[in-house]
T-cell receptor
């Protein structure tokens, strides 16, 4: 039973355009969500996070949107750059204060930004 | 340090041998997490620590796997009597607080022959 789903294994975007990566979750107890970027042979690099009390968080070119009623979040990258080409993982944790902060990961989306 | 440091990068063991992996969390981070990446993109939580205390070990296999985080030493993950199925990349992560972003090391690739 996969609690965090990234239904698109891959995505190709032209340089300068917007990249939109999607993530759905099933566990309504999740209340903290994160996006990580991963290059081959390296560990995941934290990009941006959002708490369930918000619906949007922005950091430079990266914006995460959270729709709690739909149990859906998305990562927008604008403008996309060739260096953004990597595998992007959505992760979730919660409930806060319940005693476990393990991350539950999706299976990733491979983003290719074409020059 | 400013990064999570994992050693070794690659570890090769014969089936039945012991394997020990190390992780130095970011200085000042009080939470440490271990994850196993078996299939290409699937991460499985193993165990977490708050300082030197086990915080959550619900993901640890009951036998053969153990982990420690002792004061003034790197954290460690040890696998006794390794099996072929233990071949994976093991990632360590640390965080400043309980619900703060986890920062990952580059992993240790364990190959069991």
């Amino acid at each position: 039973d996969q609690q965090v789903k990234q239904n698109s294994p891959s995505l190709s975007v032209q340089e300068g355009r917007i990249s939109i990566l999607n993530c759905d979750y099933t566990n309504s107890m999740f209340d903290y969500f994160l996006w990580y970027k991963k290059y081959p042979a390296e560990g995941p690099t934290f990009l941006i996070s959002i708490s369930s009390i918000k619906d949007k968080n922005e950091d430079g070119r990266f914006t995460v949107f959270l729709n709690k009623s739909a149990k859906h979040l998305s990562l927008h990258i604008v403008p996309s750059q060739p260096g953004d080409s990597a595998v992007y993982f959505c992760a979730a944790t919660g409930p806060s204060g319940a005693g476990s902060y393990q991350l539950t990961f999706g299976k990733g989306t491979k983003l290719s930004v074409i020059p | 340090g400013e990064e999570v440091a994992q050693t070794p990068k690659h570890l090769v063991r014969g089936e039945g041998q012991k394997a020990k992996l190390y992780c130095a969390p970011i200085k000042g981070h009080s939470y440490v997490f271990w994850y196993q990446q078996v299939l290409k993109n699937e991460f499985k939580f193993l165990i977490s620590f708050q300082n030197e205390n086990v915080f959550d070990e619900t993901g640890m296999p009951k036998e053969r796997f153990s982990a420690k985080c002792l004061p003034n030493s790197p954290c460690s993950l040890e696998i006794q009597a390794t099996k072929l199925e233990d071949s994976a990349v093991y990632f360590c992560a640390s965080s400043h607080g309980s619900n703060q972003p986890q920062h990952f090391g580059d992993g240790t690739r364990l190959s069991i022959l």
